[in-house]
């Protein structure tokens, strides 16, 4: 696997932001920072958190998996270790961030890398696992060709895609027929720019995608997948299974 690091110092605020809270115990929280929302804040030990502290949809994700099983944005790989450990499953953590996948090697995950999904090539899995919002790696609602041609590539037959994300809906108001009002000519709702920023430190500017169940759902017949919808969240949040469909012989 080909590894990802940048050249620039402070870059890898995640991996920073991680790596000092496993050796030092540094509680310091990083900053989301977006143009459109007040700012938000991670508290790095939630990164660590169990099986038992973790959301119902990551949970019900992590029964799900099955066979050899890619991570994709494991951070310090609380999720690949649960299926390491627990589930006893042949697990694949991959992050961009240098710095997460030290820490992640260092609480004992047997398979880590730092590379960005993709770049990935040339393996496959039998379950591609995004949590914590899994949709936002694709960026922009034009990429979502590319990002079901690259999954689908990495999918041994029979194998399934497990992700997450939220409907941002719940932020615009709403008319009596339940729709919202944007404004004429606006993205779609579900594309944010972030930056983030922990201590002195500030990333650059990023693309993240919020992606509702519809389209989703359209996104992935038009690339050859189901899609089912698995669970619902308590805010406008849902883990969704996507499987390509069969080819038809000719």
């Given at each position: 696997?080909?590894k990802q690091?940048?050249?620039?110092?402070g870059?890898d605020i995640f991996?920073?932001?991680i790596k000092?809270?496993?050796?030092?115990?540094?509680p310091?929280?990083?900053?989301?920072?977006?143009?459109?929302?007040?700012d938000?804040?991670?508290?790095?030990p939630?990164l660590?958190?169990?099986?038992?502290?973790?959301?119902?949809i990551e949970?019900?994700a992590?029964?799900?998996?099955?066979g050899?099983?890619?991570?994709?944005?494991c951070?310090?790989?609380?999720?690949a270790?649960?299926?390491?450990?627990?589930?006893k499953?042949?697990?694949t953590?991959?992050?961009?961030s240098?710095g997460?996948i030290e820490?992640?090697i260092?609480?004992g995950?047997?398979?880590?890398?730092n590379?960005?999904f993709?770049?990935?090539?040339?393996e496959?899995?039998?379950?591609?696992?995004?949590?914590?919002?899994?949709t936002g790696?694709?960026g922009?609602?034009?990429?979502?060709?590319?990002?079901?041609?690259?999954?689908?590539?990495?999918?041994?037959?029979?194998?399934?895609?497990?992700?997450?994300s939220?409907?941002l809906?719940?932020?615009f108001?709403?008319?009596?027929?339940?729709?919202?009002w944007?404004e004429?000519?606006?993205?779609y709702y579900?594309?944010?720019e972030?930056t983030i920023?922990?201590?002195?430190?500030?990333?650059d500017?990023?693309?993240?995608?919020?992606l509702?169940?519809?389209?989703?759902s359209?996104?992935?017949a038009?690339s050859?997948f189901?899609?089912?919808?698995?669970?619902?969240?308590?805010h406008?949040?849902?883990?969704a299974e996507?499987?390509?469909?069969k080819?038809?012989?000719?």
């Amino acid at each position: 696997m080909k590894k990802q690091q940048s050249d620039k110092p402070g870059e890898d605020i995640f991996g920073t932001a991680i790596k000092a809270w496993y050796y030092q115990k540094d509680p310091t929280d990083i900053i989301v920072h977006s143009p459109d929302f007040d700012d938000d804040i991670i508290e790095v030990p939630y990164l660590f958190r169990d099986y038992e502290k973790m959301p119902d949809i990551e949970r019900k994700a992590l029964n799900m998996c099955t066979g050899r099983v890619l991570d994709i944005g494991c951070g310090a790989g609380s999720h690949a270790l649960y299926l390491q450990r627990t589930k006893k499953l042949t697990v694949t953590g991959i992050d961009i961030s240098a710095g997460a996948i030290e820490v992640a090697i260092e609480r004992g995950l047997k398979d880590a890398h730092n590379i960005n999904f993709f770049e990935l090539k040339n393996e496959t899995y039998d379950t591609l696992l995004f949590l914590m919002n899994g949709t936002g790696i694709i960026g922009k609602l034009k990429n979502l060709d590319h990002f079901f041609e690259h999954a689908k590539s990495l999918l041994n037959p029979g194998g399934k895609i497990l992700i997450d994300s939220s409907d941002l809906r719940y932020l615009f108001d709403e008319d009596e027929d339940g729709g919202i009002w944007i404004e004429m000519g606006s993205d779609y709702y579900g594309e944010l720019e972030f930056t983030i920023s922990y201590k002195d430190a500030v990333s650059d500017t990023f693309d993240w995608l919020y992606l509702d169940f519809k389209i989703l759902s359209i996104a992935a017949a038009k690339s050859g997948f189901s899609c089912e919808l698995i669970k619902e969240g308590s805010h406008y949040d849902y883990l969704a299974e996507l499987r390509p469909l069969k080819q038809k012989e000719k």
